[in-house]
Every structure is written in C-alpha cells, then in structure tokens.
C-alpha cells in the first residue's frame, strides 16, 4: 500500500486499508498537504474545481457571497477529492464507495456538502451524517468523511 503525497495522515494511522475486497478510508478532512494548514478559500483549490463548483452556483466571485459559502464548499470538494484519491491508489473508482460517514461541526453545513458531494457520486452511497463539537487538528475543519468501498472487479 502506498498513500499519495496530496493526502499523508496527519498522525500515525494508515490513509487506508485494503482487505480482500474491501477498502476502509480513515476520516479524511481538508489539509493542504504543502502547508499542513486546513484549507478554507477558492484559491487553494485546483483550477479544474472552479468549474464544477460553479455550475452548482458557488464560487461566485463575489466576496459578500464567497466568504460565507466557500469554507465548506472548498472542505467538501476537498475531502471528497482525496476520496477518490484514496480510491484510484487502492484500485477502485468511486462507483465503488458503499457507505460514507460524514462528521460535521454544524448540521447547517451539510446541504452544500451535499450538493458538492453530487459531483464525485452519480447514484447515492449508503450515508449517515454526524455532528460533532470539535475536530483534529483545530477548530477550522468543519467536515471529516471516512469511505468504505467494496471492489468486485
């Protein structure tokens, strides 16, 4: 098992594990792997996001609106980005994701989770959503998301 440099734990644990057909991810939140600070902005993601988190009406370009709506935009296509990460280097594909469990710092913040989560999933995944009061490494990361897949290739 190799783990990609874009996604290294942060602590002593596996990013993932395979085991016979299956692929566990470990909770997966929004770091930038260069500066290890949580990402939050537009402009620390990949140019190739911006399209596709336009066409569901976010990334604006306009500050009144970006500023509220882009730390949780640019967290989940994130943490879902590093999920299909994760799957490609154990040999799947995100068809392959059975079950998600998603923490979140406020409830309030899961339907633009959602609505980025329809870019990485053309038919639902077995879901449950979680709130919690605090998360690793600081108070900045508002969503974590661990994967199960199951590979029957």
Known sequence: MTTSPTGQPLANYAAWRRVGNQVFASGVIAVDP????VVSR???LPAAALPELRSLGYATGQLSVDVFEAPIV????TVLNRIREIA???GAE???????????????????????RGLFFAQPVVSTVVEVSR???NDEVWVEV????VIDR
Do not use: C, G, I, K
Request: proline content about 5%.
């Open 34 to 37: 260069a500066t290890r600070q």
């Open 42 to 44: 537009y402009e620390q």
């Open 74 to 77: 640019v967290q989940s296509w």
């Open 88 to 90: 490609h280097e154990a």
């Open 94 to 116: 995100m068809r392959d994701v059975v079950r998600l469990v998603q923490y979140f710092r406020d409830l309030r913040h899961y339907p633009a989770y959602n609505r980025v």
């Open 135 to 137: 998360m690793l490494p």
């Open 146 to 149: 661990e994967a199960t897949f």
